[in-house]
């Protein structure tokens, strides 16, 4: 026969979760809340954390302050396994996800049996489009410039960025050459972790041309250390990237457009998923995420829960067409 006092210590112990929650049994608050960056220091993956960190924040959207914490490896290939495997109920953790990741989802490299559906796709918080950069003092000053000697020997350039071949940056270098005829099997391409690490390497002359993101050269364009030869978006994007020319511009139809945004463990409660999908819905409305929005480059992409979960799963198809026609998988 159980006791008063047994059956109060019980009721005590489940109270205690990994969650948090407030004064009404039914509302779920997040425990130290994390997010996680699966790289390096200083690319995408960052960015994209430290956007959610400032402004969930600033507009106390969060009970306690979010840690961002880093996880490199296979470009999210670590943190996904991760996730399906230590932390596949968690729910106080998000992870930084991007169009590259969905790319490397449809080629097969985030893990044997691992597909889009073995996450809950969150939330995003902006889109990004690809640029072509070099060092300020390259002796390319035009894209014409840079894809002439590509065509005179494709092989004399050095191109790097995050992720192998087959990732979302090799694929802006492979489209871009292959618009002049250029098979991009011929370019030497280093990978990195990250962009971070890739800029790193461009400053340091151990490659020519970075084919990165817009949203990554916010800092190197303020101290002059970079430039953009062309961004890979649709239109001439707003100030302060105005005065960089469009690739499609210049006569090259080539377009690559990021979405940027979190997932969940796959088996995270529905109580828990629809917090955070209330807490970035909110957080669209905010001015100052707005302003932290475009601070970091990024540009307005709003979309939470059901309508993200179905736009990552078309994205994925698409992206497998993409990969079969430049011979990625079969």
């Not at 559906?117 to 640029?131: N, S």
């Not at 390259?138 to 020997?153: I, K, N, R």
């Not at 280093?190 to 041309?209: F, Q, T």
């Not at 990165?212 to 649709?234: H, K, N, Q, Y």
Request: negative net charge.
């Amino acid at each position: 026969m159980r006791t008063a006092f047994a059956v109060a210590v019980a009721v005590a112990a489940l109270s205690w979760t990994s969650a948090a929650w407030t004064s009404d049994a039914r509302a779920f608050e997040p425990n130290q809340p994390t997010c996680i960056a699966p790289a390096s220091p200083g690319g995408g993956f960052d960015l994209t954390c430290r956007i959610a960190q400032r402004s969930l924040e600033a507009v106390d959207l969060l009970p306690s302050p979010m840690e961002v914490t880093f996880m490199p490896g296979g470009i999210g290939a670590v943190a996904y396994a991760h996730m399906n495997s230590s932390r596949i109920d968690e729910p106080n953790t998000i992870v930084a996800f991007s169009s590259g990741s969905t790319l490397n989802i449809a080629q097969g490299k985030f893990g044997v049996g691992l597909d889009e559906t073995d996450a809950r796709w969150l939330a995003t918080v902006g889109a990004d489009f690809g640029a072509i950069v070099v060092r300020a003092e390259s002796e390319f000053e035009t894209l014409d410039d840079l894809l002439e000697a590509v065509q005179d020997d494709p092989s004399g350039l050095v191109f790097g960025a995050g992720g192998s071949i087959g990732s979302q940056d090799w694929m802006k270098a492979a489209l871009l050459v292959g618009s002049v005829g250029v098979d991009p099997r011929e370019l030497r391409y280093v990978a990195y972790e990250g962009g971070g690490k890739s800029k790193a390497a461009l400053l340091g002359g151990h490659i020519d041309v970075f084919p990165g993101d817009v949203s990554e050269m916010t800092g190197e364009l303020e101290t002059g250390t970079m430039r953009i030869l062309a961004v890979l978006a649709p239109e001439r994007l707003p100030e302060p990237f105005a005065e960089f020319p469009t690739a499609r511009e210049m006569g090259y139809d080539v377009e690559w457009t990021i979405f940027r945004g979190f997932y969940m463990g796959q088996e995270v409660s529905d109580e828990a998923y629809d917090w955070w999908v209330s807490q970035f819905e909110t957080l669209y409305e905010s001015p100052e995420f707005q302003r932290v929005r475009a601070e970091q480059g990024l540009f307005e992409f709003n979309l939470a829960g059901e309508p993200l979960d179905a736009y990552v799963r078309e994205s994925v198809v698409e992206m497998r067409d993409l990969a079969r026609a430049t011979g990625l998988i079969e």
